[in-house]
Every structure is written in structure tokens, then in C-alpha cells.
């Protein structure tokens, strides 16, 4: 069942199944708003901690809005200058935050469709279906272009926790690399630090926002495709499964107060990321041989499951 409503001047579309219910924003980027169980459970995604929804601009600054939800980084995660298209750069956290997304309700499937800006040559695809306590995102990435270009993606979930929430990743990790830290607390960007840690700088166990700590790591690749976070305090663990042929990376996002720097509030989230390549610039990846290159006129498809239990 899917229900239309606004929220703060923006469409919000709900679409209900028997055991979770999720909703989504067309118009901001097709953001996931919330994903929360109907048995009373509440919201696994982090909501605006201080701004209110509103409408960017391509181009715009990230951390400018409410930096919330669920959204999709695509063609990069990081602001950088195109691998293919030397005369284009594509913006912090990607194109498609910033697009306004059209849909189609299908059966119990609600099919999103995106292009990624003037003269891109992708075009993007997801579909949304519940199943049970579980969410099945399908995508589709097309090259519009002639000629063979390169990208990134990665789910970009910013997740409610509590203090004492843990990360679960599979046992075949057992060191990450840093692709950012605050104060360098970890090192710099391409040191490799042990996961889980131990002590006071175990990495699993979630704290609190009084630390001021921001941290980017990135594992892979992966032989099992899953992580889960675990909020005791809450009463729910969410679960992400995938392919670790189609995603061999996992970026993890620790902010327990430390960014973003350019506002008085902070965030206190945690970020599962499943992606397709890293690091988080699609030409640092490029150089590295770690992104997607899809032939011109070609089509790739991944899928990606989160449940949610109480």
C-alpha cells in the first residue's frame, strides 16, 4: 500500500507492508526518510538533528542541508574531477541528492528513476519492495554516453543509535582503512588500523557525542556480503545484506560528535555503506582500478536487502 502525504512543503510517499513501513521524498533526491517496523518501533534512520528539509541546488554543500535519512552517493562520494570528462567534476556525495526523482507504483513495488544532471550521461533506477521485516532496494545504473565511463556507488544510511550500540561486520575483517579521521586520531588517509580495536579504541562500540570523534573507514574486499548495527536501548537491530560480487567494499561512518565542522550541531550516527569501489573520490578509485566501468550504452544492476528487527 502506498500513501501519499507532505511533510515540512514536500511530497512524501509511504509505502506500507506487513511488517515495516517506509518513506521516501522524491523531491530530495529521492532521500529514504524513514524506515521504522509497524509494531510501534521507532525510526532506524537518523532524522534532522537542526535543519529542516529544503530544497538543494546541484552543486550544493552536503552538510548545507539536513544530512539526514538515506541517500544515494552516485557517481562519487566525494567531490572530484571526472576520470572520462575532463572538463566536468561532479560534487560532494554525488549527483542524484540533488535531483528530483520520479516514480511509479507497480504491484507492491515502487519503481524511482533519476538523471543525473544536464548533459550526464547516466541514467538511475531503484526499486523499493517490502518483504516481511526486510526492505529490498533493486538498482539499475545506465550509460547514456558512447564511450565507456566510470563510477561510483555507495548507500549512504545515516542511522539512529544509542550509546552502547555496537557494528557487527564478518569475521574475515579484521583491519579497515582510514579514508578520514578527525585530528588524524587514526592516522592519515590510507593508514590501515585493526577492527575491531581494543580497549578504549575499539571501533564497534558506539559511545557518544561527547568524544568529538569523525571517522571514515573503509573495508574489503569483502568475502560475505552483511553488517548489522545493534541498538540495545532501542530494541532493534538492522541487518544489510548484499552480494560481495557486486559490492566488495563497505564504507563505515563513526560520528560521535565531530563533524559536520561548519554548524554548531553535531551528528551522533553511525553509516553502514555497501559500495561498489573505493576510496570515496571516483578518481583516486579510478587510478586505483577500484570503481565500476560500464561500456557505453551498457546497463549494471545490484540489490541491496536491510531488515530491521526488534
Known amino acids: 500500500m502506498l500513501a501519499e502525504s507532505m511533510l515540512q512543503g514536500f511530497r512524501l510517499l509511504t509505502l506500507s507492508g506487513r511488517e515495516l513501513e517506509v518513506s521516501v521524498l522524491p523531491e530530495l533526491g ?8 509497524r509494531d510501534g518501533g521507532s525510526n532506524v534512520l537518523l532524522t534532522p538533528p537542526d535543519f529542516p528539509y529544503r530544497r538543494p541546488v546541484p552543486g550544493a554543500a552536503f552538510e548545507a542541508h539536513d ?3 538515506f ?9 572530484c574531477a571526472s576520470p572520462d570528462e575532463p572538463e566536468r567534476s561532479w560534487p560532494d556525495h554525488g549527483v542524484l541528492w540533488t535531483s528530483a526523482w520520479r516514480w511509479e507504483l507497480e504491484g507492491s513495488r515502487l ?32 550509460n547514456l554516453a558512447d564511450a565507456p565511463r566510470r563510477f561510483l556507488w555507495a548507500a549512504h544510511p545515516l542511522l539512529s543509535v544509542s550509546a552502547g550500540s555496537t557494528l557487527h561486520l564478518p569475521g574475515s575483517v579484521t583491519e579497515v582503512e582510514v579514508e578520514y579521521s578527525a585530528g588524524g586520531r587514526l ?17 564497534d562500540v558506539v559511545h557518544g557525542p561527547h568524544l568529538g570523534f569523525a571517522d571514515k573507514l573503509f573495508a574489503g574486499p569483502l568475502r560475505e556480503g552483511w553488517c548489522a548495527l545493534h541498538d540495545a536501548a532501542r530494541g532493534s537491530r538492522v541487518t544489510f545484506r548484499f552480494d560481495p560480487a557486486e559490492l566488495p567494499f563497505l564504507g563505515v561512518w563513526l560520528c560521535q560528535g565531530g563533524w559536520p565542522s561548519s554548524r554548531p550541531g553535531r551528528h551522533f550516527t553511525v553509516a553502514l555503506e555497501p559500495c561498489n569501489g573505493m576510496p570515496d573520490a571516483l578518481d583516486a578509485a579510478a587510478a586505483r582500478g577500484t570503481c565500476v566501468t560500464l561500456e557505453g550504452g551498457g546497463r549494471t544492476q545490484w540489490s541491496l536487502e536491510l531488515e530491521v528487527s526488534s
Request: a positive charge; one cysteine or more.
Open 67 to 69: 544530512t539526514s535519512g
Open 30 to 37: 529521492g532521500k529514504l526518510q524513514s524506515l521504522r517496523r
Open 111 to 142: 519503481h524511482m528513476e533519476a538523471e543525473s544532471g544536464p548533459r550526464s550521461p547516466w541514467r538511475f533506477r531503484r526499486t523499493l519492495e517490502l518483504d516481511g521485516p526486510t526492505l529490498r532496494l533493486g538498482y539499475e545504473v545506465e
Open 71 to 79: 541517500d544515494e552517493c552516485f557517481p562519487t562520494v566525494a567531490a
Open 187 to 203: 592516522g592519515p588517509r590510507g593508514s590501515r588500523v585493526p577492527w575491531p580495536g581494543k580497549g578504549e579504541h575499539r571501533l
